[in-house]
C-alpha cells in the first residue's frame, strides 16, 4: 500500500509506534534508525539517527512509547528515550493516519482496474500504446495525490 523510497543499505528490522498510528522506526544495516512519521510527512524520513558503528538487527519500542531498544550486530543494546513529538499523538492523528491508509488502498484498487483496463484494450490492439499511455496517467494521479497531501 505504501512504500518508502530506494534505501542506500538494507533494512533488517521495523517496528510501529505504539503510542502514535502514523509512526514507525526502520532499522539499517549502516547502523542508522530512521523515523517514519506519517501524519507530518508521507515520503521523506522524519528523523534518521546514527546509533552504532555495526548495523542494526532488532528494535523493540516500550508499550508506553518513551523507550526504543535497538540491538547491533556486534551485540550491543542501546536505549533511547524518544521524544515526546515521537511518543504524544496529535489531535485525531489517529482517525486521519486511518483516512490515509484508505485513501491509499482505494488509490491501489484505482490502479489495479486501471491495468485490467489496459489489459483488456490490448487484446483489441494497440496493447504498447494504452500501457504506456496508463502508465503516464498513473504517474500523473500519483503526483496529483501527493500534492494533495
Known amino acids: 500500500m505504501l512504500q518508502t523510497p530506494y534505501y542506500p543499505s538494507f533494512l533488517t528490522a521495523a517496528a510501529w509506534s505504539p503510542t502514535r498510528a502514523g509512526v514507525f522506526y526502520l532499522c539499517r544495516q549502516d547502523g542508522r534508525l530512521d523515523c517514519w512519521d506519517y501524519f507530518y510527512r508521507m ?9 552504532s558503528d555495526h548495523n542494526l538487527t532488532t528494535i523493540n519500542v516500550q508499550s508506553q512509547g518513551c523507550l526504543a531498544a535497538v540491538g547491533d550486530a556486534d551485540g550491543v543494546i542501546t536505549l533511547l528515550q524518544l521524544c515526546d513529538g515521537l511518543v504524544q499523538p496529535g489531535p485525531n492523528e489517529k482517525m486521519n493516519v486511518g483516512q490515509i491508509f484508505e485513501r491509499e488502498a482505494k488509490r491501489e484498487k484505482n490502479l489495479e482496474n486501471i491495468k485490467k483496463q489496459a489489459g483488456s484494450k490490448g487484446k483489441e490492439g494497440g496493447e504498447r500504446q494504452a500501457i504506456a499511455h496508463n502508465e503516464h496517467e498513473d504517474i500523473l494521479r500519483e503526483k496529483a495525490f501527493l500534492a494533495e497531501v
Not at 515520503?43 to 546509533?51: C, T
Request: glycine share 0%; no cysteine; hydrophobic share 35%.
Open 43 to 51: 515520503n521523506e524520513v522524519s528523523l534518521s539517527q546514527r546509533i
